[in-house]
């Protein structure tokens, strides 16, 4: 798209860069039988699906009913509720103290399935619209391989050849791949922020952030009773993937205000799930925390 050209080429370039680095940091860290974990389990991977797949488009279906959006809006955040796995969730999710197993497993199944997934959903949601786009595998499958797959096996492969080297040099390579996403993130928000702010209006915000509360309530409520794989599959289900939305976009045919509502999306998403990502740390740090105490206890101790 137009606004994703000229003086913002470079920009996200860079953010390109970065963010191959952070995923390929997530797989200095990561082992192969912890990749394909949730794939070995199929209730958990069939939840994880429903949880990102289904509830969240379909929340994003029920705001564009309710809400009078205007069409750039409406589009941006269908796309939006179409395109799952994005690259630094398990980045997020390992910060918040998630089971490191599920998270990366999560991770790795969800990107895979998105190559299937979301060319049906566009599909579907275009009958039932009655718009004209098509996205094929092939498409989704390069931004996928291209932005997550690719970085996590490289850093995989470095970890299997240099496993101290990896394991020392992986959060070198994360804070300072973060710092230049984050510059990067401040100069796009800059550059479309009159966008973005032309689109507030009509429910927008308030639509945004019901879409990002049901996704994490579904990845909750379908995460089960360990609270290390609830946050990761509420985390993972409210946060979705830039690349592959504006791939959809781009497939209806859509203007170059549609990048700044997908942007909104984004930043409305943050927002709204930090809140949920702390309390779940904090929760974490709690259960965590609780065994241990027990174990210090002198023996014969008696609680008072």
């Not at 963010?19 to 994880?48: N, Q």
Request: some cysteine.
């Amino acid at each position: 798209m137009a606004a994703f050209h000229g003086p913002n080429l470079p920009i996200i370039a860079g953010m390109v860069i970065s963010v191959g680095l952070l995923v390929a940091s997530v797989g200095m860290r990561a082992t192969l039988p912890e990749l394909l974990s949730v794939f070995r389990s199929p209730v958990r991977l069939l939840k994880a699906v429903v949880a990102v797949n289904v509830v969240v488009p379909v929340a994003g279906a029920v705001m564009l009913a309710v809400f009078p959006l205007v069409p750039v809006v409406k589009l941006g955040v269908m796309v939006m509720t179409l395109a799952p796995a994005p690259p630094l969730i398990a980045r997020r999710d390992l910060q918040a103290g998630c089971s490191k197993s599920y998270t990366l497993g999560l991770y790795a199944a969800l990107a895979t399935l998105s190559i299937i997934i979301v060319p049906v959903s566009v599909a579907i949601i275009s009958r039932l619209y009655g718009v004209t786009a098509i996205v094929g595998p092939i498409a989704v499958a390069e931004r996928v391989v291209a932005t997550l797959i690719v970085p996590l096996l490289i850093g995989l492969g470095f970890r299997r050849l240099a496993p101290r080297t990896a394991e020392r040099l992986a959060p070198i390579i994360d804070r300072s791949a973060m710092i230049l996403l984050a510059l990067g993130a401040i100069w796009l928000v800059a550059a479309f922020w009159p966008a973005m702010r032309d689109l507030i209006g009509n429910g927008t915000i308030l639509a945004m952030v019901l879409v990002t509360a049901i996704a994490l309530a579904a990845g909750h409520l379908l995460g089960g009773p360990d609270l290390g794989e609830r946050a990761p599959l509420a985390l993972m289900a409210c946060a979705r993937h830039p690349g592959i939305a504006l791939l959809i976009a781009t497939a209806v045919g859509a203007d170059r205000h549609v990048p700044a509502a997908i942007l909104g999306f984004l930043l409305v998403g943050l927002i709204v799930s930090t809140p949920y990502q702390i309390w779940m740390k904090r929760r974490l740090e709690r259960e965590a925390g609780a065994p241990a105490a027990l174990a210090a206890t002198p023996p014969g101790a008696v609680a008072r």
